[in-house]
């Protein structure tokens, strides 16, 4: 059927259902295997009828009816439109279907119609042989139409079926299309037997004549074949017979003979053909022709040598054939050429020994394997639909484990055995039996094998890796696997080759290289000193090519050439990474802006770059430590002093890629040491001038004894006042951030004595003061512990816990603060609330600052509800406020430090509560969230891990 093209058209002609199928079935395949579209016109069988054959028959049915390049048509919406046949509509139909057919981008409309409907006497029927003899120039001369009119012997009576005949070039018959040499629309009339005998013997005898052409056409392309490889591939042709009792007497020689061995034809015929076979394989080839001659079947291709005519041997491939030729036995010699091919099997040979001991003497392990019954595996289990063979492995161990059996390893070479730690006597059988141990499912052997499966079963033909093993005595290594499939077998993988290449040490170096980098980059960026790095890759290339070219003074040069200076400050890309305290430090938000203020530092051209001509006359000079002090401005318009210290690592001196710079704030320190200077000008000033006058005193009241003791004595005293004043500045200065909170405790308990001493409008201004005092005292140790926190160093005192009285005894202390806000307080505990294991002091701490918060945004006379209990294994706390919740615009800010979210300018303070308390939580392996809407409030709530005690067998 795939030898139809555009414009046949035929008749089916069958006797049984399955001759009727076997043509359909195949007609219709054929058509769809050829993006032919294909139309079924029923009338016998139903549509159903015809959707279930041709699927018993391998067509596909459901996807090609569904994508509308199969279709299936009553007779009725056909042939029968409106009860009646009407022969020219219905070859315009087809016309328009083949036409339809080619727009939609197929090659043509293949149609086949039962035409049962036209012995049911339908009006219009009796034209069917005008409508079969129409086709021809209505539809297959201007259409890509192909069609089959399906006619039942058993169903049409003999003049139909003549008719038929006469009017159709080709028939389909017993599966076979016969050319129809009785084709002719005349018509003729015979009685119904005889027309049904003629119509029988006519389809005998094409089937008889179809037969003979195609022996004749058989026998004419064994002719041809013979001619096309005498001369195209290489292959010569004798034919050999024994004429008057001489054997093997050459009667047909082909060119390519000619050519290979220099003789002519008239030299060749009628002269023995072992005469020009070399003495050794002489007599052989004699005793094989005679059993040829016998009818022997003997075994195929076998070599010999070829005389030539210049005295030469070729060595030749033959086999022969025995035949008739002029009615008389002929031994067909097909002879091969083969010595280029024996030449390089020579040479193929050689190659073969060099490999093998290239193989062998490899020093990484080599394999070579056989995964042909792996690739078969793997094809039946994609044809079952599977397609992640990951996930199909993982859960189907069973699947793996065969997988792992029908692999077969063909053999590995020295470099295997010492990578795995064999035997040298060990096979592979031992290699497989040793490491199966270590072959459980998750482990490191199991896993690289696993993905060497499963990247074969999804393509890939090649691929590296690398990946840790254990070696047969247990030791772990890691290798770097190169797997592929040798070209030529992709289709088999009946040779696949892989690579191992022993990486521990490589790896091990790198994992400890990585986990050095990590704790650096840990270190760095939580350093409280301010750092970057940076490349000077290209100021050490610009200082290189300054050498070259004689200069010596770089201090002289780059005081003389400040563009030189500003084009190594203006290098791109030079600033690699920066940390936390940098930010902090230049008050800046984006790197941009830190790249730009680290660059600056306080240096402008103005200034001539005092300290860029410092720093790169230091390096070129081959210092690897520059520390110098200089004045910046922060981002925020902020003046500062800092200390700045470049390093260069010594592996990093010849290259400048990695510079490590340190900056510390030290605007406080020179702040105190200027008032300091200050001071102690002061204090000289007023020493001399004291001196002075007791000079003059004692000049004048020399006699006044007494009174001279008493003014020295006193100026005594105030010497010593002032220099332990002076002793005391100097170590608050140098130790102002540590001290703080010294002065607030004084401050405190003086408060606390005002308090308790004095009364009315005095009392109540001492009060004031105290709670200033303790504000400010709890806003320094918020900072002092965000900054722990921040570092690291903030720990928790961790102890067991009475929750219940914990909270009584904590609403007790702040309800006053609640009430007097104008505010309710509520307590909800849990019956059987649990001891925890936690800090007492910083749970009081996280709960009260909910609570400030929630007082400070909460309604007036709104209510603070307090709730704590155990949910999935943690304690869970609550603190609610009926005020108007959090704009989603600050949502974002509520726990970044120094920010956070004001009601109104009344409400001031640092920001740190909610940071600090999140800390807090953390510490304690918890999480501090929130909920809050338009109008229901706010919801802080945090958890901490449960330790089981029951509160009642510890009261």
Not at 40 to 65: M, P
Not at 318 to 326: E, I, M, P
Not at 848 to 865: E, M, Q, W, Y
């Amino acid at each position: 059927m795939n030898t139809l093209k555009p414009g046949d058209h035929l008749c089916l002609l069958h006797e049984s259902h399955d001759d009727w199928l076997l043509s359909i079935a195949s007609f219709i395949h054929s058509g769809l295997t050829s993006n032919q579209k294909c139309l079924y016109i029923t009338d016998y069988h139903t549509a159903d009828e015809i959707r279930e054959h041709l699927a018993l028959n391998g067509v596909d049915i459901k996807s090609h009816l569904l994508n509308g390049q199969l279709a299936i048509l009553d007779s009725k919406d056909v042939y029968l439109i409106d009860g009646c046949f009407d022969s020219g509509r219905t070859i315009s139909l087809l016309q328009n279907e083949t036409r339809k057919a080619m727009d939609e981008g197929y090659d043509a409309l293949r149609a086949t119609g039962e035409m049962s409907w036209a012995i049911k006497n339908m009006p219009g029927s009796d034209k069917l042989a005008e409508y079969e003899a129409n086709l021809k120039s209505g539809l297959f001369e201007t259409s890509a139409c192909i069609a089959v009119c399906q006619y039942d012997l058993t169903r049409f009576e003999p003049d139909i079926l003549k008719e038929v005949l006469k009017t159709h070039p080709y028939v389909i018959w017993r599966g076979k299309i016969l050319q129809n040499c009785y084709y002719d629309p005349a018509t003729a009339h015979s009685s119904y037997k005889d027309m049904y005998d003629e119509i029988i013997n006519c389809l005998s005898h094409l089937e008889t004549q179809h037969a003979r052409q195609k022996e004749l056409a058989e026998s004419e392309e064994r002719y041809r074949a013979l001619v096309d490889l005498s001369s195209e591939v290489g292959e010569s042709i004798l034919m050999v017979q024994d004429i008057e009792g001489k054997e093997g007497v050459i009667t047909f020689a082909s060119d390519q003979f000619v050519r290979i061995t220099g003789y002519s034809k008239d030299e060749l015929i009628g002269r023995a053909g072992f005469d020009f076979i070399s003495p050794e394989h002489r007599q052989a080839a004699l005793e094989r022709h005679r059993r040829k001659m016998k009818g022997e079947s003997l075994p195929g291709l076998y070599e010999i040598n070829i005389v030539c005519k210049d005295g030469s041997y070729i060595d030749v491939e033959l086999t022969s054939a025995v035949t008739r030729y002029k009615d008389r036995l002929a031994n067909v010699i097909y002879l091969r050429d083969i010595s280029e091919r024996k030449e390089l099997e020579n040479k193929l040979a050689d190659e073969k020994e060099k490999y093998q001991t290239i193989f062998e003497e490899a020093p990484i392990a080599l394999w070579e394997l056989d995964y042909s019954e792996l690739k078969k595996y793997f094809d039946s289990l994609k044809s079952q639909g599977v397609t992640d063979f990951k996930k199909y492995f993982d859960e189907n161990m069973e699947a793996y484990i065969r997988a792992v059996r029908i692999s077969k390893m063909v053999r590995f070479n020295k470099g295997h055995r010492d990578l795995w730690e064999l035997d040298d006597e060990d096979t592979f059988e031992d290699y497989w039996e040793k490491s199966r141990k270590y072959f459980f499912k998750g482990s490191d052997n199991y896993k690289a094998l696993m993905d060497d499966f499963v990247r074969l079963a999804h393509g890939h033909t090649s691929f590296t890796k690398e990946e840790p093993v254990q070696t047969t005595r247990g030791n772990r290594r890691y290798i770097l696997t190169r797997f592929a499939i040798a070209p030529g077998y992709e289709q088999t993988w009946a040779r696949v080759f892989a690579s191992l290449v022993d990486i521990t040490d490589r790896k091990t170096a790198e994992l400890k290289l990585q986990e050095s980098e990590q704790k650096w980059h840990t270190l760095f960026q939580g350093a409280p000193v301010a750092m970057w790095e940076l490349d000077y890759t290209e100021v050490k290339y610009f200082i290189e090519k300054l050498k070259a070219r004689g200069t010596t003074d770089f201090n002289r040069y780059f005081k003389e050439n400040l563009d030189a200076v500003k084009y190594c400050i203006e290098i791109p890309n030079k600033i690699m990474d920066v940390n936390a305290a940098a930010h902090r430090l230049f008050e800046t938000s984006s790197f941009l802006e830190l790249s730009e203020k680290i660059k600056s530092a306080g240096d402008t051209e103005e200034s001539g770059y005092q300290n860029y001509q410092h720093i790169l006359a230091s390096l070129a000079g081959g210092e690897n430590e520059i520390a110098f002090e200089s004045n910046i401005c922060t981002a925020k318009g902020n003046g500062r002093v800092v200390l700045i210290h470049y390093s260069v690592p010594h592996e990093q001196q010849q290259t400048l890629s990695r510079v490590f710079v340190s900056a510390v704030d030290i605007t406080a320190r020179k702040h105190a040491e200027g008032e300091l200077k200050t001071y102690q000008k002061n204090l000289e000033n007023m020493v001399k001038k004291r001196t002075e006058q007791l000079k003059k005193e004692m000049e004048q009241r020399i006699l006044a004894e007494k009174k001279y003791k008493d003014l020295y004595e006193e100026e005594s005293r105030l010497r010593r006042e002032i220099e332990a004043v002076s002793e005391q500045r100097v170590r608050y200065t140098r130790s102002i951030v540590h001290e703080l909170k010294t002065p607030l405790t004084s401050l405190v308990v003086a408060n606390d004595h005002l308090a308790e001493n004095l009364s009315g409008a005095n009392r109540e201004f001492a009060l004031a003061a105290r709670r200033s005092t303790l504000r400010l005292e709890h806003r320094i140790n918020e900072l002092l512990d965000v900054s722990k926190g921040e570092v690291g160093l903030l720990e928790l005192d961790r102890n067991e816990i009475n929750l219940y009285q914990m909270l009584k005894e904590l609403v007790r202390d702040i309800k006053p603060l609640v009430h007097k806000a104008n505010q309710q307080l509520k307590l909800k505990i849990d019956d059987n609330l649990p001891f925890a294991y936690a800090d007492e002091g910083r749970i009081n701490q996280v709960i009260t600052n909910l609570v400030d918060n929630a007082i400070k945004f909460n309604s007036p006379g709104g209510t603070i509800t307090i709730e704590v209990g155990c949910e999935n294994g943690n304690i869970m706390f609550y603190v609610k406020d009926q005020g108007p919740g959090i704009k989603e615009s600050e949502l974002e800010l509520l726990f970044e430090p120094y920010k956070g979210v004001k009601r109104d300018s009344s409400t001031g303070g640092l920001g740190l509560g909610l940071p600090l308390s999140k800390m807090l939580v953390e510490l304690h392996g918890g999480d501090l969230k929130f909920e809050t809407g338009k109008s229901n409030g706010s919801c802080f709530y945090f958890s901490i891990p449960l330790k089981q005690f029951n509160r009642q067998n510890l009261l």
